[in-house]
C-alpha cells in the first residue's frame, strides 16, 4: 500500500482526491491538511466522507506531512504550492502539484501572469500531466505538473490537428463554459447561489484568463511553433464539468468523415478518451464523475472551418482524476486504477 | 383599447405575451387558441394567470379570431403560422409572426431550410421586425415577422461593426447558449428536467440550426454584401436567456475603447439596447425577464480579434417582448409602453 | 409624487424594493443606502437597473436620508433597524421595516430570541403588517413591522381555520421549504452555488428558527388563546418561493369541499390570496415574482388530518411586495398599485 | 462470475443498476432489455456508457433473458413486472424486483391501489427488501421486491422507535421530498426542465401516493399493529435524492440524546446507515450517489414532539443501490460489494 497526502485538503479538489483514492486497491490516504480548518474532521467538512474517512486535518507542516506519505498531491492555490513542494521534493518525495506553479515552464512567463516564481530550479524537473501527449515522461516522474481543467478540454480537442498540422495555428478560438465548482470553495458573493443560478455569462473575455499561457505553451509545442489563441471562458449554473467548443480554419479542405478517423487513430488505446461517432456531439452531463474527455470533431460545410466540442468533468479528468491517473504513471501502477467509475447520469 | 388576439397561447412565448400585455395600458387580450387545450382556461394550463386571466382556450378559427381582434400575435410553429396569416391580413387585421415563416425574404432559402413556402406573396410585405434596424419600415406595417432569438442577439451584437465596415465578413463565429425555454413546451425526452440538468452541450453544430440563414440574410443586409458566418448554439440548464459571444477579425486595428463609444452612438436613443462601459459584461441573469439587450464589445489584444458579448431574454426580446415592441411601433403606441418592468434577479 | 427611501439598498429585499417601486406611478426613489457599498452606483451592484435607476449608493446617515424622503423602507439586519427607526420616526417620518425588530410586540420575547430590545416605546406603535389580517390598522400606520416570509406563508395557510376554531391549536406542524434567495446576500462558504444546489435539507429543526415566535404570536391571536407550534424550515435548490405543506387536527369532521368554501369566503375580496379549487395544488413557480399567495386546503381522508398547502414567492408576498401593500396602505394609495405584475414563468 | 440480466434497462434505475453493476467484481451484465430502444446499443440511449458497456437492448422475450442470467432485475412499471416475473421463477432464476408489484403481502390492497394482482402466489414467496429490518429472509432468497424509494427513507427512519414503542403510531406524519428522477424517464410536459426548474410543490397530497400503504404496511409491522400515516411528498428541482422529515408525539418525554444513542445502537454494524451526532442534520447533497441512508432523529423542545430527519439516494438505495444489496445478501456475496462508492459532492 502506498501511503498518500493530500495538502489542501478542505477544497473541492481534494475532496475529489479523497472521493476517487477511497476506492483506489493500492493506496491508502494517511494525511490530509488544510489550513482553514485544522482540528476538524474531514468529514465534518464533508460529511459524504462520514464513516468512510473521519481523519482530523492537520496544519501544513511539510515535514511531518512527508513523515506519513509517499506521495502527496498539493492541491493549493497558486504560490503557496511551490514554498512547499521544494521541501517534499527534497525529502525524496513523488509530488502531484494540482496548483499552476510548475505547469508553465518558462519562469518569465509565470512572472507575467502570475508572480515572481519562486521555484525555478524545480520548473526544469516538473512534467506536465496530460498522459495522452506526455505519457513516457510522466513514468517514474518526481514532481507532476497536473494540467488546468480548461487547457486538459482544449489541447486534447487539437492535438490531433496540430501535430497532423491540419489547421492554421493562427486561426484557434477555444470558447469554454465551466460548471461553478471550478471557481473553487471560497466564500464570495460572486459565487452564491443566487448570484450564479439561471444566469450564463462570459468572464475574463479577451485573453485574462490565467489558463491562456498554459494552453499556448502546450498548443505551440504540438504545433512546433509558437502560436496565440483566443480563449473565452463561461460560467455556467450547474456544479461540473467544461465543455470547449473549438473553431479553427483548416490548411487543406477537410471531412467529417477524416476527421474522426484522424482522432479515432490519434487517441486508440486511449483508456480516457473517447471519440465519438459522426452525428454525436458530447455533453458534460455523460462525464460527470468520471475521467473521460469525450471529442467530437467536425467540418462546417458551408464557412469549412473546423470545429472540435470536447467535454470533460473539470475536478475529475480537469483535476483530481487526471491527478490519479498521473499518480499511477508516476508509481508503476496500472493507469486506470481506481478511475474506473462510470458517469452519475442524472 | 385595442383588441388583441394570441393564436398559440399555450406554449412559453404565448404565456409571455399575455404576461406583458396584461400590463400594457392600451390592449386587452380577447382571445387565446390552442389546439392542445382548447376548451380549457388558460389560467388551467398556466396558473400563474389565476384570477387575472381566465380566458378560454379556442381552437384556431381564423375568421372568428379576426372578429375579436385588431391585432393577432401568430405564437405557432413554422408552416401553421402561414396557413392562416394570410386570412388574417385578407381581413384586415396586423399581424405580429413569431414563427420563421415571414423571416426569410427569400422562398427558395425558406423551402431549403423548412419547406416550400405556402405564402410567397405576402413575403415582400413581411417587415423584419428588429426594432433598431428597421424601425421606420415596422411603423404602421400590417405584417411583421418578429426575429428569431438567436438572430436578435447576435444582429444587435454585429450591427455597428458591420454598417461601418470594420469586420471582415467572413471572419464572423458566433458561438451561443441559450436556456431551455427556447426548445418549447412539447413532451420530449430530451427536455426532461434530468436530461438538462446538470449538462452543458452543444447542439446543430456546422451550420445546422435553422437561425442561421435568417442572421445571414440580415448581416448580409447590414454589411451591403452576402456573407457566411459559423453559428454554435449550446443548451444551458437555466430556464431563459441567450448569451452570444461573437468572434470576428477587424479590418484595421480597433482598441476596446474605440469600439465601445461607437457602439454607445450607434445605439444612442435606443430604449432597450445598454451599450456596457468598458471592463463590465454582460449576463443573462441580468436582463431575465426584461425586454433589454446587453451589449459588450472588445478587442483580444493577444491576437487582435473583435469579441461582441451580447445578452437577451429570450422570451422577451428574443421572442414576446419584441413582438409587442413591434405591435407599438406597428399601431402607432409609445415604443416602450408595457415594457418597461426592470428584470427579475435573483 | 412620494419620495421614498431604502435604507439597505445592497440586499436582495432592497433590490426587490427598487423593482417594484420603479413601476409604481406615484413613487418616485430618492435615496438609497449601503454600508457596503456606499459610493457605488447600485447599477454598478445590481445590473439589472442599468440606464434605470443609477442613483449612488449613500452611506446610512438617517437625518440625511430623513430629508430626501417622506416614506422609508428599512431592509436591516435585525437590530440595525432599530437603531435608525427612532430617529425616522421622530422626523415625522413614516417606516416600513422589514426586519425583525418590530415583529414580536413583547420585548421579552424578542431578548430570548434576539438580543435586548433598543426601543420597546416603539414597538407599541408598530402594526404587525400582514394586510389580509390587520389591514385596517395598518391604514395611516406610521411604523409598519413587515412580516417575515415563513410567517406570511404560514399565518396565511391557517387563518380561516384558527378564527374559526376548527382545529385543535395544539396539534400544528408547519413544514417549510424556501429558496435560497431567503438566506440572504452575505458571503458565506454554505450558500455557494456548488454547496446548494442538488441539495435538500433541514435546519433550524426543533424549534431553533427565529421566525417560530413571530409565528406563534399571531397564530394565538388569531386562536384567542396561547398556542406553540412544531415549526421545520427546509433549503430549496432555487432562487425564490417559500412553500409551507401544514398540518392540524380538526376538532370536528372536516371535508375538502367545506374548507375550500370556507377560505374562499374568508379571503373573498382579497387582490392577492388566491384559493385554489379543490383538486389544484399550489406552487412556488406559479407565484414566482408576483405578490400572490396561493393557498389549497384539504382533508387526509385517511387520517382525517387537515392540510393546507401555501405557496408565495419570499421576496415579494413575503417580503418587498408585502411592504410596498403596507406602504399603500399607509399612505393612503390604492392597494394594488405598483403591484400588479405577473408571476414569471418559466 | 455471476450472470446478469437487467430488464428494462432504458430507464433511469436500469441505467443506475449498469453503473453500479460495472464495478461489481462478482457480476457481468449479460443482457439488457428495453421495449422503447430495442434494438439500440444501450450506450447510443445512455452515452455515459460509451466503451464500457455497449450491449445491444433487446426485447423482452423471458425464457430468453433467462437463458443470458443467474439472477434477473427487473427494473419495469408495475404490472409489467408481474407479467415476466412467475416464468423467471419457474426457470430457476433469482429476481430482484424494482417495481411495486411484490411488496404489498395482501393482493386486496394491491387491487386497491393499483389494480387486479396478477400473480398473488408469488406474493406470498417473496421478501421485502429492506436489509436493514429484514436481512435475514433476504439470505438466500429467490424473489425480493425492492422497496419503494420514499418508503425506504422513511421505514429506516422510523424503525427504532415503532420496535421500542416509543412513539404514538396513530400521530405519524411523513414530510418527504424528492428529486426529479424519482419521475421516471418518460416524455411528458409535467416533467421538462422549465416546468420543474425554479419551483418547489407537494403532490399527491392527503393520502393519495402509492407508496402510502407499502409505508403502513411495514411501519404496521414494526408496531406490531395496524396504523395509518399521513404522507405528504413533494417534488424538488433536483435530480436525485429523497429527505424525509417525520414527525412524531412520544409516548414518554425523550431527549435528543437518548434518540440518538438509541438509533446508534438499533444501526450499530449497519453498512449503509449513518445515524448522524446531535447537531447534525442531512443533507441529500451528502449521500448522491451513495447507498447511504443518514437519518437524525431530534425531540422539538417546544412542543415534545419527535423529528426525525433522514435522507437517502432515491436511485441508490431507494432503489438500484438497495437492489444490488439485496442481490449480494440473496446470492451469498458480502453485502457491500460494489456498493463502496463515496458521493459525489458537489
Known amino acids: 500500500m502506498l501511503n498518500v497526502a493530500i495538502v489542501g485538503a478542505s477544497g473541492y479538489t481534494g475532496l475529489e482526491l479523497i472521493r476517487i483514492l477511497y476506492c483506489h486497491p493500492e493506496v491508502a490516504v494517511t494525511c490530509l491538511t488544510s489550513e482553514q480548518s485544522a482540528g476538524k474532521r474531514v468529514s465534518d467538512v464533508f460529511p459524504t466522507l462520514r464513516g468512510r474517512c473521519d481523519l482530523v486535518l492537520e496544519n501544513l507542516e511539510p ?11 498539493t492541491a493549493l492555490p497558486h504560490k503557496a504550492a511551490m514554498e512547499v513542494v521544494p521541501t517534499f521534493l527534497k525529502l525524496g518525495k513523488t509530488v502531484i502539484d494540482l496548483s499552476a506553479d510548475y505547469r508553465l515552464s518558462d519562469p518569465e512567463v509565470y512572472g507575467a501572469w502570475y508572480e ?48 497532423k498540422g ?13 460548471g461553478t465548482s471550478g471557481a473553487g470553495r ?11 443560478n439561471e444566469g450564463f455569462k462570459a468572464y475574463g473575455v479577451g485573453g485574462a484568463h490565467r489558463h491562456t499561457p498554459e494552453i499556448e505553451q502546450e498548443l505551440s509545442l504540438l504545433a512546433g511553433a ?5 480563449f473565452t471562458p463561461h460560467l455556467v449554473p450547474m456544479d461540473r464539468g467544461i465543455l470547449s467548443t473549438i473553431y479553427a480554419t483548416p490548411t487543406k479542405v477537410a471531412t467529417t468523415e477524416k476527421l474522426v478517423a484522424l482522432y479515432e487513430e490519434f487517441y486508440s488505446g486511449e483508456p480516457f478518451v473517447r471519440v465519438l461517432p459522426q452525428g454525436s456531439l ?22 469549412g472551418r473546423i470545429i472540435v466540442v470536447s467535454a ?35
Chains 1, 2, 3, 4 share one sequence.
Open 282 to 303: 458530447p455533453s458534460t452531463a455523460f462525464v460527470r464523475g468520471s475521467n473521460f474527455c469525450d471529442i467530437a470533431p467536425l467540418v462546417d460545410g458551408r464557412t
Open 63 to 73: 515535514v511531518r506531512v512527508a513523515e506519513k506519505a509517499d506521495v502527496i498531491f
Open 226 to 230: 509558437g502560436l496565440k489563441i483566443t
Open 166 to 178: 491540419l489547421i492554421d495555428p493562427h486561426s484557434i478560438i477555444a470558447d469554454s463554459a465551466s
Open 312 to 346: 470533460i468533468d473539470n475536478l475529475v479528468k480537469g483535476a483530481s482524476g487526471q491527478a490519479v491517473q498521473n499518480m499511477n504513471l508516476a508509481c508503476g501502477f496500472p493507469e486506470t486504477l481506481g478511475l474506473d467509475g462510470l458517469a452519475l447520469f442524472p
Open 116 to 163: 515572481k516564481h519562486l521555484n525555478p530550479a524545480n520548473l526544469k524537473k516538473a512534467v506536465y500531466g496530460l498522459p495522452e501527449i506526455r505519457r513516457t515522461k510522466i513514468k517514474g516522474a518526481r514532481l507532476v505538473a497536473n494540467p488546468g481543467c480548461y487547457p486538459t478540454s482544449i489541447i486534447l480537442g487539437l492535438a490531433p490537428l496540430l501535430k
Open 186 to 196: 471560497s466564500a464570495k458573493v460572486d459565487g452564491l447561489y443566487c448570484e450564479v
